[in-house]
């Protein structure tokens, strides 16, 4: 699976950006996405994760929950991470991963596919 990260850019704080998750290669239709991030000096941490049915089967970090939402369209192999209310602290190259086998867990090491990550910058 080939996942294409884009979506980032430059944002000013309270504002709203939304970063999509393509999938080529491979239907991901059947695993379930995560997202992560990376703030340079700062190891990769968990933001949100859908499972390969969608839906109500989200799961997102504290830090995040109530501004970010996670989607997914199978129909066109994407995944969505919806940011609201953008915080300076939310800079990061955002990565979206693919889990094979489990339902969107919060541990990088467990998900098989890494897009290339896109930036997100939010200015204060």
């Known amino acids: 699976v080939q996942l294409q990260a884009s979506g980032g850019g430059l944002v000013q704080a309270g504002g709203s950006l939304r970063v999509s998750c393509a999938a080529s290669?491979?239907?991901?239709?059947?695993?379930?996405v995560g997202w992560f991030r990376q703030a340079p000096g700062k190891e990769r941490e968990f933001v949100a994760a859908?499972?390969?049915?969608?839906?109500?089967?989200?799961y997102y970090a504290d830090s995040v929950k109530g501004r970010f939402t996670i989607s997914r369209d199978n129909a066109k192999n994407t995944v969505y991470l919806q940011m609201n209310s953008l915080k300076p602290e939310d800079t990061a190259v955002y990565y979206c991963?693919?889990?094979?086998?489990?339902?969107?867990?919060?541990?990088?090491?467990?998900?098989?596919?890494w897009g290339q990550g896109t930036q997100v910058t939010v200015s204060s």
């Open positions: 859908i499972s390969w049915s969608g839906g109500s089967h989200t």
């Open positions: 991963g693919v889990q094979v086998t489990g339902w969107g867990t919060s541990a990088s090491y467990e998900y098989d596919y």
């Open positions: 290669g491979r239907t991901f239709t059947g695993y379930a």
